[in-house]
């Protein structure tokens, strides 16, 4: 839960937990409530492996628990994406750009 409102603050937008890159790697569903926006609601999808509700969504939230009970499951996609390797390659090479394109006055 990054928060229960509909719409999120920029704050709440930008919160991406590692728990869920655990789950990720786990290749776990998980149940999402956030803004619609936001950057843990676009990896959720992006993914396949997360659902996200609004907190007011009692009703749908409830409907997903029983479909996921009854043996609903994801469609997996882009998890390598999302690996711890991954994600330190790409931070790697962005401190390697700015190393690269540094010139001291």
Do not use: C
């Amino acid at each position: 839960i990054s928060t229960v409102d509909a719409v999120g603050s920029v704050a709440d937008k930008g919160i991406l937990t590692g728990k869920m890159y655990e789950l990720i790697g786990l290749q776990v569903p998980f149940l999402l409530v956030a803004p619609q926006e936001s950057d843990i609601a676009i990896v959720a999808k992006n993914t396949g492996l997360g659902t996200r509700f609004s907190g007011n969504e009692i009703d749908k939230i409830a409907d997903h628990l029983m479909e996921a009970m009854n043996g609903w499951k994801p469609e997996i996609k882009n998890t390598e994406e999302y690996s711890w390797v991954n994600l330190t390659q790409k931070v790697a090479n962005i401190l390697q750009d700015a190393v690269d394109t540094y010139k001291p006055n």
